[in-house]
C-alpha cells in the first residue's frame, strides 16, 4: 500500500503542478508579438494566401546555419490548421512548456532513482516543478519565436531519456539497435530546431561519465565499452572545439565588426552574465526580467566594473573544487549536473558574435542547476535520513515563492501597454526598451512623449545613426495620424551623408506602416523625392546596404514609379550581383518598363541560379509567370 502511494501520490501532485502552471500562463496568450515574432514568424502569415509554397517557409528560414526546419514546421502546420494569431501561437508555446515539464520531472526521476537519494520521485516532482515555475522562463514561453529554443528543449530532454532507457538495455547485453536509432533521431531533430541542439551529446558524455559511472560500481563492469566510448567521446569533442576555434579564429573576429564590444569584452562579461543567470534562476529577482538585457553593463576589462575580477576569479575557484568533487560519489553528481548548466550555455555565452544577454539561453541549461539542487539535497537525505522531510517540505514553499513570481511576470507579459512600461521603467538604459515605448505611445496620440523617447533611445545607441532615428520619427508621426513636418523630410540625409541610414531594420519598419496605408496624411511622394536625392541623383556618394534599396524599389513600385524602382535594383545587384530577390525585382521593373535587353538578361542569369538549386519554389513560379 504505501509502495503504491509512493507512486501515484507524486504522480498526483505533477499533475496539479502543470494544471496550476497551466492557470498561471494562459492569461499570457493576449500578449503582444515580439521583435524577431515578426520576422520569423509573421511571414508565415502568408501561407494562407499560397499553401503550395510550405516548403519555402520550412527550409527557407535564415535565422540559424541549418534553417530550423522542425520548428518552421510547426509554425506552417500551425498557421494551416489552427491559425489562432499571436494568441495561439502563445498558447501552443504555453502546452509545449508543459509537456518540456512533464519531461524533465520524468527524466529527474530516472537520474535521482539511479543515484539512489530517499524519494527520488519527490524530489523530481518539486525541482522539476521549480524549474517549470522559474519566472526567468516566462520570456521564453510568452515569446513565440522561442519556440525554437522550446522543441530543441524538448528533444534533447528525450535523447535523455531514451539513452537512459537505451543503456540499461546495453546493460542486459541486448543490442539496443532500437534504442540507438532512436536516440540518433532526437539528436537530430534537436539540432533541427536550434543548432544549439547539438549540446545534447557532451550532455550525455557527461551522464554517463559522471553520473551513471560514478553512483553504482556494479556499472563499471556493465558495459566498459560504453564507458570507454563516452570519454573517447569527451576527448574528441574537446580537441575539435579547440581545432574549431583555431581555423574559425578569423571568422569569430570578423563577427564582432558589427557589435560594439570585442572578443575579450563578451568573455569577460559573460562570466557575469553567467553569475546573474544562476541568480536569476535560483533566487529570483523578477524586477530585472524581461526580453530587453541591451543594458548590460559591458566588461572593458578585468577591472572595470569591478565585479568582473570576483566574476572571473569564482569561475577559477570551481576548477580545483571541482576537481576535489569528483573523488566522492554525491561530488561527482553534483558536477555532472553544473557541467550540463555550462555544456549548455558553450553554443550562445562563448565566442560567438551574438548579444551578451537572454534570458532564453537557460531553458535548457537551467535543468542542470535543479539538478545539482536536487542531487546535493538528496545526497544530503541518504547520508542523514531525519532531514528529508523538512527538505521536501522547505522544498515545496520556494516552488510556492516562484509560482507566485512567475504569476506577477505573466500578468505583465499579458498586457501591451504594461509590458512596455516595464519594460523602460526597469530598463531606462535599454535602447530597446525606449523605442518600443516611443512606439506605444505614438500609436495611442502621444506623439511629444513618443519623440521623446525616441530621442533617448537614439543617445542610448552606438550604432544607430541620426538618419535612422529620424525615419523612427517619421514612422511616428504616422502612428499618431499627425502631419510630418516638411523641415523634417529635409533633414533627412544631411548627417553622416556618405552613409546616413544603417539600421535596415527601422527603414523596413516605416516601410511597411506605409504599405498598410496607416499615414493617410503622409506625402509619401515628396518623401520618395528626398529618398531620390540622396541615392539617385546624378554623381551622388550617398550608398546604403541591398536590402536598404530593396525597401525604396518597393516604396517606388508601391508609387507605379518603375524606372526609379528600376534604378535602386541596379544599385542593389551591384552590391549583390547573384541576389535572387535583386534579380526577381529587376525582372519585374524591366518587363514594366518595356525594356527587354534588361528583362531576358535577368531571366538568364536567374535560370543559372535555378540549375544551380539557389531558388527555392515560390521564386521558380514566379520566375515562370515572365516566360
Known amino acids: ?167 540499461r538495455v546495453l546493460l542486459r547485453g541486448a543490442s539496443g539497435i532500437v534504442g540507438f536509432a532512436l536516440l540518433c533521431a532526437c539528436i537530430a531533430l534537436a539540432v533541427l530546431s536550434k543548432e544549439n541542439g547539438i549540446l545534447i551529446v557532451p550532455v550525455l558524455v557527461l551522464l554517463e561519465v559522471l553520473w551513471f559511472r560514478g553512483c553504482h560500481s556494479r556499472d563499471r563492469d556493465g558495459n566498459p565499452a560504453l564507458y570507454r566510448a563516452a570519454v573517447t567521446l569527451l576527448w574528441l569533442g574537446a580537441v575539435a572545439a579547440v581545432v574549431w576555434f583555431v581555423l ?47 543594458d548590460f553593463p559591458l566588461s572593458t576589462s578585468l577591472f572595470e566594473p569591478g565585479s568582473t575580477f570576483y566574476a572571473v576569479s569564482a569561475w577559477l575557484l570551481l576548477v580545483p573544487l571541482a576537481l576535489l568533487l569528483r573523488r566522492w560519489r554525491s561530488g561527482a553528481l553534483v558536477l555532472c549536473a553544473l557541467l550540463i548548466f555550462l555544456v549548455g550555455h558553450a553554443a550562445e555565452s562563448t565566442v560567438i558574435a551574438l548579444e551578451l544577454y537572454f534570458e532564453h539561453r537557460n531553458y ?56 512596455r512600461l516595464n519594460y523602460v521603467n526597469q530598463h531606462p538604459l535599454s535602447f530597446r526598451a525606449n523605442e518600443e515605448m516611443a512606439i506605444h505611445l505614438a500609436g495611442v496620440g502621444a506623439l511629444e512623449q513618443a519623440l521623446a523617447y525616441s530621442q533617448r533611445a537614439g543617445k542610448l545607441s552606438n550604432t544607430e545613426r541620426t538618419g535612422d532615428r529620424q525615419i523612427r520619427d517619421l514612422a511616428l508621426y504616422c502612428l499618431a495620424n499627425r502631419p510630418v513636418p516638411d523641415a523634417l523630410l529635409q533633414q533627412l540625409g544631411t548627417v553622416e551623408p556618405r552613409r546616413p541610414f544603417a539600421v535596415v531594420s527601422t527603414f523596413q519598419g516605416f516601410a511597411k506602416i506605409l504599405q498598410r496605408g496607416a499615414c493617410p496624411a503622409f506625402d509619401r511622394i515628396a518623401f520618395a523625392e528626398r ?21 525604396l524599389a ?50 538568364r542569369q536567374l535560370r543559372l541560379l535555378q540549375d544551380a538549386g539557389r531558388m527555392n519554389r515560390g521564386e521558380i513560379q514566379t520566375l515562370e509567370l515572365y516566360r
Open 364 to 419: 535548457f541549461p537551467g535543468i542542470g542547476l535543479f539538478l545539482a539542487i536536487a542531487a546535493a539535497l538528496g545526497c544530503l537525505g541518504a547520508r542523514w535520513p531525519q532531514l528529508t522531510a523538512p527538505v521536501l517540505a522547505w522544498s515545496a514553499v520556494y516552488v510556492l515563492l516562484l509560482a507566485v513570481q512567475t504569476g506577477s511576470q505573466v500578468q505583465i507579459w499579458s498586457s501591451a501597454p504594461l509590458l
Open 248 to 294: 574559425r579564429f578569423d571568422r569569430i573576429q570578423a563577427g564582432y565588426a558589427r557589435r560594439d564590444f570585442t572578443l575579450t569584452e563578451r568573455l569577460l562579461t559573460q562570466a557575469r552574465v553567467l553569475w546573474d543567470y544562476i541568480g536569476q534562476l535560483l533566487w529570483p529577482d523578477p524586477s530585472r526580467m524581461g526580453l530587453f538585457h541591451d
Open 1 to 167: 500500500m504505501n509502495a503504491c502511494a509512493g507512486r501515484v501520490l507524486p504522480l498526483l501532485v505533477a499533475l496539479l503542478l502543470l494544471a496550476g502552471t497551466a492557470w498561471l500562463y494562459w492569461p499570457g496568450a493576449q500578449g503582444p508579438a515580439m521583435l524577431d515574432d515578426r520576422s520569423n514568424v509573421g511571414v508565415v502569415a502568408n501561407l494562407q494566401d499560397s499553401t503550395h509554397t510550405a516548403s519555402d517557409y520550412v527550409f527557407g528560414n535564415r535565422s540559424g546555419p541549418l534553417g530550423r526546419p522542425v520548428s518552421m514546421l510547426s509554425f506552417v502546420l500551425e498557421q494551416l490548421y489552427l491559425d489562432g494569431g499571436t494568441a495561439g501561437s502563445k498558447r501552443i508555446n504555453i502546452l509545449l512548456h508543459l509537456v518540456n515539464g512533464a519531461l524533465v520531472m520524468y527524466l529527474l526521476s530516472l537520474l535521482l532513482a539511479h543515484a539512489g537519494v530517499p524519494a527520488p520521485r519527490w524530489f523530481a516532482v518539486l525541482f522539476g516543478s521549480a524549474w517549470l515555475l522559474s519566472p526567468l522562463y516566462v520570456s521564453t514561453v510568452l515569446y513565440v519565436v522561442q519556440r525554437m529554443a522550446m522543441l530543441s528543449t524538448l528533444f534533447m530532454l528525450l535523447a535523455c531519456i531514451v539513452y537512459v532507457h537505451w543503456r
Open 554 to 603: 518597393g516604396i517606388e513600385n508601391d508609387l507605379q514609379r518603375y524606372d526609379r524602382a528600376f534604378a535602386y535594383t541596379e544599385k542593389f545587384l551591384e552590391l549583390a550581383p547573384h541576389n535572387v530577390q535583386g534579380l526577381l525585382m529587376q525582372l519585374h521593373f524591366a518587363t514594366a518598363l518595356g525594356r527587354q535587353v534588361q528583362a531576358q538578361s535577368a531571366i
Open 531 to 551: 529618398m531620390a536625392q540622396l541615392f539617385l541623383a546624378e554623381g551622388t556618394r550617398t550608398t546604403a546596404s541591398p536590402n536598404f534599396y530593396a525597401v
